[in-house]
């Protein structure tokens, strides 16, 4: 077994919007690519968001799609709204992926956006990952709990809402920055 980790600067981002608990307990296999993605409001003005993360829980190189949707017009449709931007990525291995986009999106307090993930494996192996049921199957009982209109999949047959189908939630986060707003600017000149 091996292990690979990329550290960043402390304070690089200033929130993460998030629903999972970061533990998959199952997969939902799909007849080719899967995508997976999270609705979520954002809780302020003043923030733009500037990265996404998602987690893989089996050890297959998939390339993964990375989507921004801001101003979503649907509850049930992460892709209602504006593309922003999608990052192309190759995971070759399971773990937690942090995707930066090439910009930071400015979105307002209330306002509605996703992050969409679409996975396109190189092998004949397509599964999505969810958090599962309430039982985890691992000898701990712990309750997983997730509201509708949050977490979706796409199996290849249009949007699921994750949690009304008793999946739970995906392992997709948003990572936001707070925009530096500049109040006053003196200028004192030299003689």
């Given at each position: 077994?091996?292990?690979?980790?990329?550290?960043?600067?402390?304070?690089?981002?200033?929130?993460?919007?998030?629903?999972d608990g970061n533990v998959c307990l199952?997969?939902?296999?799909?007849?080719?690519?899967?995508?997976?993605?999270?609705?979520?409001?954002?809780?302020?003005?003043?923030?733009?968001?500037?990265?996404?993360?998602?987690?893989?829980?089996?050890?297959?190189?998939?390339?993964?799609?990375?989507?921004?949707?801001?101003?979503?017009?649907?509850?049930?449709?992460?892709?209602?709204?504006?593309?922003?931007?999608?990052?192309?990525?190759?995971?070759?291995?399971?773990?937690?992926?942090?995707?930066?986009?090439?910009?930071?999106?400015?979105?307002?307090?209330?306002?509605?956006?996703?992050?969409?993930?679409t996975l396109i494996s190189y092998t004949?192996?397509?599964?999505?990952?969810?958090?599962?049921?309430?039982?985890?199957?691992?000898?701990?009982?712990?309750?997983?709990?997730?509201?509708?209109?949050?977490?979706?999949?796409?199996?290849?047959?249009?949007?699921?809402?994750?949690?009304?189908?008793?999946?739970?939630?995906?392992?997709?986060?948003?990572?936001?920055?707070?925009?530096?707003?500049?109040?006053?600017?003196?200028?004192?000149?030299?003689?």
């Amino acid at each position: 077994d091996y292990t690979a980790l990329k550290a960043v600067p402390a304070g690089s981002y200033s929130k993460i919007y998030q629903y999972d608990g970061n533990v998959c307990l199952m997969t939902l296999e799909s007849d080719g690519n899967g995508s997976m993605a999270n609705i979520f409001t954002s809780e302020k003005s003043g923030e733009s968001v500037a990265a996404a993360s998602f987690t893989l829980s089996y050890p297959v190189c998939y390339s993964a799609n990375v989507s921004l949707y801001t101003g979503l017009k649907n509850n049930t449709d992460p892709t209602s709204g504006t593309l922003r931007e999608t990052q192309s990525i190759v995971c070759n291995s399971q773990g937690y992926y942090v995707v930066d986009f090439n910009n930071t999106y400015s979105v307002k307090k209330g306002e509605k956006f996703s992050v969409v993930v679409t996975l396109i494996s190189y092998t004949d192996f397509h599964q999505v990952p969810v958090e599962g049921g309430s039982d985890s199957g691992l000898g701990m009982d712990f309750k997983m709990y997730s509201d509708s209109n949050q977490s979706f999949v796409n199996l290849g047959s249009g949007w699921e809402d994750a949690g009304a189908e008793g999946y739970n939630n995906v392992p997709v986060k948003a990572l936001t920055v707070n925009n530096e707003e500049i109040k006053s600017l003196a200028i004192n000149t030299l003689p």
